[in-house]
């Protein structure tokens, strides 16, 4: 079955950068996209940025200038690294499998931006 | 395209009809999904294509909706349907709304 697993630091310094790995199961990276979502305690998510099943990417204009995806297809990961966090960064962030739509998601990883 | 739900909070009883809105700031053509988040969960997702069931879904679940208003329609409320709910547009970027929290009164 598809599964998606976030792991990653729960705590980052302030201005430091975050890294993260989506571990997925149950389906190619070949074949589907797999997008970053985050979601701040009590706020709606917002759409971080996309790994095309071609390798391309996308990201938000607004963390397009501090976020990078990557992948290793022969491990079946997609990676997330965010540079120069701030405080209002915390929140939790989920892997997704994006159609046009993200149909499965990652329990998700809380991440606390706090010195 | 920014989207915004209404109402941000609403209460109702097990059995009532619940109706939730989403409007986008242009035309969504559609593209619309919807999720359901229970506390400490990962969104769920509903309905995606403004009306297409996800499978599993309870048929009591439905949506609709064209241009820039979309709705989603609960048809008997169950105590398990508290949850917050989120629309989601993928015709220009891909954008969620602010969500409408459901509550039992």
């Known amino acids: 079955q598809v599964q998606l697993k976030e792991s990653g630091p729960g705590l980052v310094q302030p201005s430091e950068t975050l890294s993260l790995t989506c571990t997925v199961s149950?389906?190619?990276?070949?074949?589907?996209?797999v997008s970053w979502v985050r979601q701040p305690s009590g706020k709606g998510p917002e759409w971080m940025g996309r790994?095309?099943?071609?390798?391309?990417?996308a990201y938000n204009s607004a963390l397009k200038s501090r976020l990078s995806i990557s992948r290793d297809t022969s491990k079946n990961q997609v990676f997330l690294k965010m540079n120069s966090l701030q405080t209002d960064d915390t929140g939790t962030y989920y892997c997704?499998?994006?159609?046009?739509?993200?149909?499965?998601w990652g329990q998700g990883v809380m991440v606390t931006v706090s010195s | 395209i920014q989207l915004t739900q209404s109402p941000s909070l609403l209460s109702a009883s097990v059995g009532d009809r619940v109706t939730l809105s989403c409007k986008g700031s242009?035309?969504?053509?559609?593209?619309l999904a919807w999720y359901q988040q229970k506390l400490g969960e990962a969104p769920k997702l509903l309905i995606y294509n403004t009306n297409s069931l996800q499978t599993g879904i309870p048929s009591r679940f439905s949506g609709s909706g064209s241009g820039t208003d979309y709705t989603l329609t609960i048809s008997s409320l169950q105590p398990e349907d508290v949850a917050t709910y989120f629309c989601y547009q993928y015709n220009n970027g891909w954008t969620f709304g602010g969500g409408t929290k459901l509550e039992l009164k």
């Open positions: 997704t499998r994006a159609r046009d739509y993200f149909d499965y």
């Open positions: 149950g389906f190619s990276l070949t074949s589907y996209s």
């Open positions: 790994m095309w099943y071609d390798g391309d990417t």
């Open positions: 242009q035309n969504i053509n559609n593209y």
